[in-house]
């Protein structure tokens, strides 16, 4: 199964955060599924760290590329579908980043590992 990691999953997965659900883990930790990362990620954690609003101890590019490539994920290209899909979505939440996320969910018809239950307004997939 193709599941997409909302930006918190992928912080709380790859710092082997507690705040992770046990639910949400043993899903990534399932080989046969297929964990997706949308570029909307790295962008939203960049913008926080430039706003001091969270903080890694590496530079965001090597930390984003070395857990790409620890966890086998696979980047999910941003497309007009997923652009035209975020400007017919309802104002349920108006996070521009989760926005992304939700449109992409839909598109790709894919569910998202996420704890934000804002997300569970737009009939998509949510695995916690």
């Known amino acids: 199964m193709k599941l997409l990691l909302d930006t918190h999953a992928f912080l709380w997965m790859s710092l082997d955060d507690p705040k992770l659900s046990d639910t949400a883990r043993n ?15 790295f962008w939203e954690i960049g ?40 400007a017919r979505l309802p104002f349920h939440h108006r996070d521009p980043f989760d926005r992304l996320l939700i449109a992409q969910s839909i598109v790709e018809q894919v569910p998202i590992i996420s704890a934000d239950k804002q997300l569970d307004a737009y009939g998509i997939e949510r695995v916690w």
């Not at 530079?59 to 490539?69: A, C, I, S």
């Open 27 to 41: 899903v990534i930790a399932e080989l046969e599924n297929e964990l997706l990362l949308s570029p909307s990620t």
């Open 47 to 86: 913008i926080k760290i430039s706003i001091r609003r969270y903080e890694l101890q590496e530079p965001l590019d090597v930390f984003v590329d070395r857990e790409v490539q620890r966890n086998g994920l696979v980047i999910l290209p941003i497309t007009s579908q997923h652009a035209g899909q975020v």
